[in-house]
């Protein structure tokens, strides 16, 4: 079965940090760009980072520049995204999404598989 779980949400204070991973089964997630979404209650989803197949090529929303930061281990099968100085605003459920192709794909539409998500509350 081909599935991509994210883990790594938390309860966090404001300021704090987390580190998400999303690890990948029944496919091996080296020759997919990811990208990291998220949904707060009462909004739509919106895209937070992307990473090309090799890494080598980020991209991040104007909301989370400098403070996200998005990785990954192919040998692992996992990417990551590490969130520091988080705010209020950043509350949401965090969802990893997987195409098929070497470059990143920073839209929200597009991708062949999606995580079920995993909830992020930043509050004091």
């Known amino acids: 079965q081909l599935q991509l779980v994210e883990s790594g949400g938390y309860l966090v204070q404001p300021g704090g940090s987390l580190r998400l991973s999303c690890a990948a089964s029944g496919f091996t997630l080296n020759a997919y760009a990811i990208g990291w979404f998220r949904q707060a209650p009462g909004k739509e989803r919106e895209g937070v980072s992307c990473?090309?197949?090799?890494?080598?090529?980020?991209d991040y929303a104007d909301s989370v520049k400098g403070r996200f930061t998005i990785s990954r281990d192919n040998a692992k099968n996992t990417v990551y995204l590490q969130m520091n100085s988080l705010k209020s605003e950043d509350t949401a459920v965090y969802y990893c999404?997987?195409?098929?192709?070497?470059?990143?794909?920073?839209?929200?539409?597009?991708?062949?598989?999606w995580g079920q998500g995993t909830q992020v509350t930043v509050s004091s």
């Open positions: 990473i090309s197949s090799s890494g080598g090529s980020t």
């Open positions: 999404a997987a195409v098929g192709r070497r470059e990143r794909l920073c839209r929200l539409f597009g991708y062949d598989y």
